[in-house]
């Protein structure tokens, strides 16, 4: 892929100035790359309905083709066309959590091309809850496709400067809103089959789910291992999320964890490697070498998914060679944070 120009633009998230929206969806109707905010991470858009614009995202991120992507619509009415039918869950879900950090799985129309669901007979598709995001949408008139807006299997975006970072030169535009809101992906849920399954925990949680479905499960691949699945849902079967550095994800009481790590830190240390350190701002003081950094406290989780991703690209600049991580605990957003965890860590989990 020969190098690109790339337009960086900024854009008010409060209030998107229309000529500026105007210029990217002009991109995407031709076929063209649009980086752009969400309420989750940073997306990289292209016409979901293009095949040809389509390919452009795998071949800027690198990302496997049998890795489905999500279309990203801004009314209900865009979701008719991309499916087959749309049940009375679906509908009790769009109207409590659309839109919002909630992606659903539908058996699709022949509207939708292969190369979004992987040749899979589901479709993925989103309304993100973001003014920049839907305004991009409405004006391109069309449901975009997009994934994170980064080398495939690095930590997710959550500022422009991280899709500058890895796509500058490889897409035609970003759009730059700043700081994303809730830091980790949509949940993905399928109702495809039986019963409604996760596929990916994120912004929406197992127990907000359950809510409006009590009968909501998780997939047995967040608990297996995973290197055998067909990925039906984006963050299903590859390494995701992945620093430079080699991390290890520690999981027990805080109190062993702390005592753990400083161990593992010393050892490491001691055979000349540069040591990171992802704590939180109840334990941050306890340890006494390395480079530690807070993702926030353990009160918050919110705060801790708005800074995971972010806290992995800083331990990359600073050329950490080891990041020894805490693992946090599973109820409400938790269960979306450890996902990410363990899948940065790739699959180096220490019980302790």
Same mark, same amino acid.
């Given at each position: 892929?020969?190098?690109?120009?790339?337009?960086?633009?900024?854009?008010?998230?409060?209030?998107?100035?229309?000529?500026?929206?105007?210029?990217?969806?002009?991109?995407?109707?031709?076929?063209?790359?649009?980086?752009?905010?969400?309420?989750?991470?940073?997306?990289?858009?292209?016409?979901?309905?293009?095949?040809?614009?389509?390919?452009?995202?795998?071949?800027?991120?690198?990302?496997?083709?049998?890795?489905?992507?999500?279309?990203?619509?801004?009314?209900?009415?865009?979701?008719?066309?991309?499916? #087959?039918?749309?049940?009375?869950?679906?509908?009790?879900?769009?109207?409590?959590?659309?839109?919002?950090?909630?992606?659903? !799985?539908?058996?699709?129309?022949? !509207?939708?091309?292969?190369?979004?669901?992987?040749?899979?007979?589901?479709?993925?598709?989103?309304?993100?809850?973001?003014?920049?995001?839907?305004?991009?949408?409405?004006?391109?008139?069309?449901?975009?496709?997009?994934?994170?807006?980064?080398?495939?299997?690095?930590?997710?975006?959550?500022?422009?400067?991280?899709?500058?970072?890895?796509?500058?030169?490889?897409?035609?535009?970003?759009?730059?809103?700043?700081?994303?809101?809730?830091?980790?992906?949509?949940?993905?849920?399928?109702?495809?089959?039986?019963?409604?399954?996760?596929?990916?925990?994120?912004?929406?949680?197992?127990?907000? !789910?359950?809510?409006?479905?009590?009968?909501?499960?998780?997939?047995?691949?967040?608990?297996?291992?995973?290197?055998?699945?067909?990925? #039906?849902?984006?963050?299903?079967?590859?390494?995701?999320?992945?620093?430079?550095?080699?991390?290890?994800?520690?999981?027990?009481?805080?109190?062993?964890?702390?005592?753990?790590?400083?161990?593992?830190?010393?050892?490491?240390?001691?055979?000349?490697?540069?040591?990171?350190?992802?704590?939180?701002?109840?334990?941050?003081?306890?340890?006494?070498?390395?480079?530690?950094?807070?993702?926030?406290?353990?009160?918050?989780?919110?705060?801790?998914?708005?800074?995971?991703?972010?806290?992995?690209?800083?331990?990359?600049?600073?050329?950490?060679?080891?990041?020894?991580?805490?693992?946090?605990?599973?109820?409400?957003?938790?269960?979306?944070?450890?996902?990410?965890?363990?899948?940065?860590?790739?699959?180096?989990?220490?019980?302790?």
């Amino acid at each position: 892929m020969g190098k690109i120009k790339t337009t960086i633009i900024k854009v008010s998230k409060q209030n998107p100035e229309k000529n500026l929206i105007a210029k990217g969806a002009n991109i995407i109707k031709s076929g063209g790359l649009v980086a752009f905010p969400t309420e989750t991470v940073y997306g990289l858009g292209a016409d979901g309905l293009n095949e040809e614009a389509v390919k452009k995202i795998f071949l800027a991120k690198g990302r496997p083709q049998d890795n489905p992507l999500i279309l990203h619509v801004a009314d209900k009415e865009q979701v008719y066309p991309l499916v #087959k039918s749309i049940s009375k869950e679906a509908q009790r879900l769009m109207e409590s959590f659309w839109p919002g950090p909630l992606t659903l !799985l539908f058996k699709r129309s022949s !509207l939708v091309p292969n190369c979004i669901t992987a040749g899979l007979d589901t479709v993925a598709i989103r309304m993100p809850n973001h003014p920049i995001a839907l305004a991009l949408i409405q004006a391109s008139d069309v449901p975009i496709a997009a994934p994170s807006a980064n080398t495939s299997g690095k930590p997710s975006p959550t500022l422009a400067s991280h899709v500058i970072e890895d796509l500058n030169g490889k897409i035609h535009m970003i759009i730059d809103g700043g700081k994303t809101g809730i830091g980790v992906e949509s949940t993905v849920l399928d109702l495809s089959g039986d019963k409604p399954l996760i596929l990916r925990p994120g912004g929406v949680t197992l127990e907000e !789910l359950r809510e409006h479905l009590p009968y909501v499960e998780e997939d047995l691949s967040l608990i297996k291992d995973d290197k055998d699945i067909v990925p #039906k849902s984006p963050g299903q079967k590859y390494k995701h999320y992945a620093p430079k550095g080699e991390m290890y994800l520690f999981v027990g009481s805080v109190d062993n964890m702390v005592q753990a790590i400083e161990e593992y830190a010393n050892r490491y240390i001691h055979m000349g490697k540069k040591v990171g350190i992802m704590a939180t701002e109840e334990t941050k003081a306890k340890y006494k070498e390395g480079i530690i950094l807070s993702l926030g406290s353990r009160e918050n989780k919110e705060e801790i998914a708005q800074n995971l991703f972010s806290t992995l690209r800083m331990f990359d600049e600073k050329d950490v060679d080891i990041i020894l991580a805490e693992g946090i605990d599973f109820k409400d957003i938790g269960m979306a944070i450890m996902n990410r965890m363990k899948k940065a860590a790739g699959g180096n989990i220490i019980k302790v």
